[in-house]
């Protein structure tokens, strides 16, 4: 098969979705599998790289840290030259046409949601009133353009429901040799030391997990907060955090460095109701740190009561619920987290993903016979 994956939002810094795109593309490759990987960037560019084919196609900046490609066509363009066996789409945006432009042609074609339109939304305009609608109509939309909606949590799922899609579920893997507790370990020395590991932007929520921290610290804990990313939000974090002990650290470029990051708190906030999985949960539990999150979203489907604690999403509940795992806190509960990790492996993620492609690809060939 020849397998092209296309995504805007993809950077230097950028976290989740380029992971799982990495994580996957290196699966197909594995496979024996050829893969295109099509991207925003500065300027064309075609690059035969050991992950297989990566094609840039001029894009403006929207951040310092993401490019988005606003022109489709020059996508599609791409797709015409390189003739994929199937394509796999994680953009909602600006690339959704081509699933019309994969249909024309009896090619399979996979939408791969990363997040869930209704929260995003609602997160950036600040409010929900109206949005369940306009979000709706682009869901059906996208439905019908799509052969296959592959989702990676029940809350993403249900987004979907009565929009008509066809949806795979397929949970994601995390690195269990890279993320594991030989990585590290807390000091003992008396503090809760937390971490957060994420994007610094408020579709993530760190305000809530910084605000959770401060709320322990008023209440007389001896708390640190380590917060690994970057983001626009910054200032208004230093802000919420005041005198707390909450220290910006910025971006941990290699994976190595992070599981050290993790490995050494005592508890991950991982907060956002809104996550639709949640790869920086599984990435604390394979190193050995129970989480504690929110209890709405994909997120909070990953932790259990062996592997941390939940709360509703506001910094009292939230206080609480790390404070209903404080007792717990130690040796047993790390092997947990650990043993929770395992679950999840890149090696089934692929395989389910291949057997999609797989799929779509006989029935594009019955369409063209």
């Not at 989740?16 to 064309?44: C, N, S, T, W």
């Not at 909450?246 to 991950?268: I, K, N, P, T």
Request: glycine share 10%; aromatic share 6%.
């Amino acid at each position: 098969m020849r397998i092209a994956q296309l995504a805007n939002f993809v950077g230097p810094t950028s976290g989740g979705m380029k992971v799982v795109i990495e994580q996957l593309g290196a699966g197909y490759l594995a496979a024996g599998h050829e893969r295109i990987f099509v991207m925003p960037g500065e300027r064309d560019r075609v690059v035969e790289t050991e992950h297989g084919i990566v094609v840039q196609v001029q894009g403006p900046r929207l951040t310092d840290q993401y490019r988005m490609i606003f022109r489709p066509w020059r996508a599609l363009d791409v797709l015409d030259q390189f003739n994929p066996t199937s394509i796999e789409v994680s953009d909602k945006w600006t690339l959704s046409p081509a699933g019309n432009w994969a249909s024309r042609r009896d090619v399979g074609s996979v939408l791969f949601s990363h997040e869930r339109l209704s929260d995003m939304l609602a997160m950036w305009v600040r409010r929900s009133f109206g949005v369940e609608a306009v979000v709706g109509a682009m869901n059906r939309r996208l439905a019908k353009n799509f052969d296959t909606v592959v989702v990676t949590s029940q809350f993403a799922a249900d987004e979907f429901v009565g929009s008509g899609a066809n949806l795979e579920l397929v949970p994601l893997g995390v690195d269990l040799e890279t993320f594991h507790p030989s990585a590290g370990s807390p000091a003992d020395d008396g503090v809760l030391k937390f971490c957060y590991v994420g994007r610094l932007s408020h579709e993530k929520s760190p305000q809530l997990a910084v605000a959770t921290v401060v709320e322990l610290h008023r209440r007389g804990h001896k708390v640190r907060l380590d917060l690994y990313g970057t983001g626009p939000d910054q200032a208004e974090l230093e802000e919420i955090a005041g005198d707390a002990p909450v220290h910006f650290q910025g971006f941990v470029a290699g994976r190595d460095q992070l599981a050290q990051r993790f490995a050494a708190a005592d508890v991950s906030l991982s907060v956002c109701p809104a996550e639709t999985f949640g790869l920086a949960v599984l990435e604390a539990m394979a190193s050995g740190t129970p989480v504690v999150t929110s209890n709405r979203g994909g997120a909070h489907e990953l932790v259990d009561a062996t592997s941390g604690a939940s709360g509703d999403p506001h910094p009292i509940a939230l206080a609480d619920a790390v404070e209903s795992l404080m007792p717990r806190l130690g040796p047993e509960l790390r092997v947990a987290a650990r043993k929770r990790a395992e679950e999840y492996s890149w090696t089934r993620a692929v395989q389910q993903m291949l057997a999609l492609h797989e799929r779509l690809q006989d029935e594009g060939r019955r369409g063209r016979a």
